[in-house]
């Protein structure tokens, strides 16, 4: 008989990517109105629009008159889904929502697409989450996982490498969807970009950047940058763990610039969410009780091994 192990999923590290993506949602339809939200798109029709399985939505169950009552009570539900309030009955509503505003909203961008697939997938690693809260440590080794646990273990594993995968696509489309294109190829598509008047750079951060985009060099290391980082995040699934923590700053950084330039803060969370679940281990748990407390205790982790090691279960398998 063979064993392995498998950390449990069950930590504080996705549960900060969950929270990542109800406050992405929530800031969307917290600070935009009905009216905002769900209007006539030119040559598409009026939002939402209720046919197929999009009629499924939330938006689609109300008259227009209860548009509002139902984003505040969508928002509701990301307001405790984000706190980390019982992880395995937040869940599916959490999924639901995100689902709605993908696909009920007239402005949806990739961060609505991505936060709908992500929380989807999260769906099958919290549904045998045990904690009350997603910020607690996860569950004990010595707390020996029953059969029906070990199942639930392994298919929110199973769920976490799926969400890999789907990161590690969409930052490889990203990129060499950019390629064909000759201001990426020849270094001056950031130039068009920061001088956009409808998605470029603010007012108080425009000079600045221009000021760098009019320099050669310049132009070249914010047009080639992102193409660079975007490409080692694709393939940051077979590099060591070593490298993933390099790439994980990095990859916020980037994101944040996004948001700052462009204005893209929905987009700018769900992807750091997304960063989470691809470059961090599995299990991983940043204990934030104890960065909170700033007190150091004996770890039962060898250094340099990281804290999901701590939590797993064991399977058998007969040779």
């Known amino acids: 008989m063979r064993s392995r192990t498998v950390p449990l999923p069950w930590a504080a590290g996705y549960g900060l990517a969950r929270t990542l993506l109800a406050l992405g949602t929530l800031g969307t339809l917290l600070f935009s109105d009905a009216a905002t939200l769900f209007r006539e798109v030119a040559t598409v029709g009026r939002y939402p629009m209720c046919q197929g399985v999009n009629s499924a939505g939330a938006f689609c169950l109300v008259s227009e008159d209860h548009y509002d009552a139902m984003r505040w009570a969508c928002c509701l539900v990301l307001v405790i889904a984000a706190s980390g ?6 869940a599916v509503p959490h999924a639901y929502v995100a689902f709605s505003v993908f696909t009920g909203i007239a402005i949806p961008d990739g961060g609505d697409q991505i936060t709908w697939i992500l929380t ?3 769906v099958f690693v919290a549904l045998g989450d045990p904690r009350r809260w997603h910020w607690q440590p996860a569950p004990s080794p010595e707390d020996r996982p029953s059969q029906g646990r070990t199942r639930w273990a392994l298919l929110g594993a199973g769920a976490l490498v799926v969400a890999r995968i789907q990161m590690s696509v969409v930052y490889f489309q990203s990129c060499v969807a950019k390629l064909p294109h000759a201001e990426w190829a020849d270094g001056s598509a950031l130039y068009y970009w920061i001088n956009n008047y409808d998605f470029g750079a603010p007012y108080w951060l425009r000079p600045t950047l221009a000021f760098v985009v009019d320099q ?8 080639w940058g992102p193409l660079v980082l975007e490409l080692a995040l694709a393939a940051a699934l077979l590099m060591p ?24 803060w929905s987009f700018a969370l769900a992807m750091c969410a997304g960063l989470l679940l691809l470059l961090t281990p599995f299990g991983h ?35």
């Open 216 to 223: 050669p060099v310049g132009v070249a290391a914010m047009t």
């Open 241 to 264: 763990q070593k490298a993933r923590w390099a790439l994980l700053p990095a990859g916020v950084f980037f994101h944040l610039c996004i948001a700052v330039v462009m204005g893209l």
């Open 85 to 90: 309030w019982r992880p395995r009955f937040t």
């Open 120 to 122: 989807l997938l999260i």
């Open 285 to 319: 748990d940043p204990d934030f009780a104890r960065m909170l407390r700033r007190t150091t205790r004996p770890s039962a982790v060898p250094p340099g091994e990281d804290a999901s090691a701590e939590a797993a279960v064991r399977i058998g398998s007969r040779l």
